[in-house]
């Protein structure tokens, strides 16, 4: 009896711990700390540790990136043209977020930032003024795509990366992001796309109407992150 007792203290201690650093990680302030402590955790914790955290930096921090996503949706709902763009965001931002984190390229935040920004606004203004997906589309997508990488860096970088695990934890942050992305494609589809998307009205009543919030938005944060 007493060993179950004493079994059950020590898996309500670890759990409320992990909790503990989780919470604590997720705050900047503590972060660098904190790795210190991830160091003694297993691989496979760590790992789950860091998915949160890249899930946790779209949703709910990563508002421009949520935006950004929501734009390369409302032109065409469709899940396969979506998917497309999807992947190739995906691919571009994993190849920035690698670089940067192992340090072969070393990009200033005072510059990614405005440039993560103008390119909300462009997909946006796009999806106001054009009417259907172009060819050209997933080059663009796949150019901003290196851009957001390199922010996604930035907010990793600022959390720090255990070492003892350091390629599992990014991986791990990366599908976290993926995740994130997934789910607000997901959430866009089966909220607006699939009861609204082949409706007559869509573009004048959800394309138009909400790319101009969306550019309002991104217009104020390239002011924004460009001048103060």
């Known amino acids: 009896m007493n060993n179950i007792l004493h079994k059950k203290i020590t898996v309500n201690s670890k759990t409320i711990g992990l909790l503990l650093l989780l919470f604590l990680i997720s705050q900047q302030l503590f972060a660098h700390t904190v790795v210190g402590e991830l160091e003694k955790m297993s691989k496979t914790k760590a790992g789950f540790l860091y998915l949160f955290l890249g ?8 508002f421009d990136h949520i935006l950004f996503i929501l734009s ?3 032109l065409n ?7 497309w763009q999807a992947t190739a965001f995906t691919v571009a931002h994993s190849i920035t977020l690698s670089l940067t984190m192992f340090h072969v390229i070393v990009p200033s935040p005072k510059v990614i930032e405005p440039l993560i920004a103008i390119s909300i606004l462009y ?3 796009e999806n106001i003024f054009v009417t259907k997906v172009r060819s050209t589309r997933i080059g663009v997508v796949f150019i901003f795509g290196l851009v957001h990488g390199m922010g996604f860096a930035s907010a990793l970088g600022q959390l720090g990366l255990p070492q003892n695990s350091y390629l599992l934890s990014l991986v791990m942050f990366n599908l976290g992001v ?3 992305q997934v789910t607000i494609i997901l959430l866009a589809y089966f909220l607006i796309g699939k009861w609204f998307g082949n ?3 869509y573009r004048k009543y959800f394309v138009i109407p909400l790319s101009i919030i969306i550019a309002c938005i991104a217009a104020y944060w390239t ?3 460009l001048f103060f």
């Open 77 to 83: 709902p469709k899940l396969k043209p979506l998917l």
């Open 72 to 74: 390369l949706f409302l």
């Open 199 to 201: 409706k007559p009205y």
């Open 223 to 225: 002011v924004q992150r």
């Open 55 to 62: 899930y946790r930096h779209i949703i709910p921090l990563g």
């Open 123 to 125: 997909v946006a203004l």
């Open 178 to 180: 993926e995740l994130g």
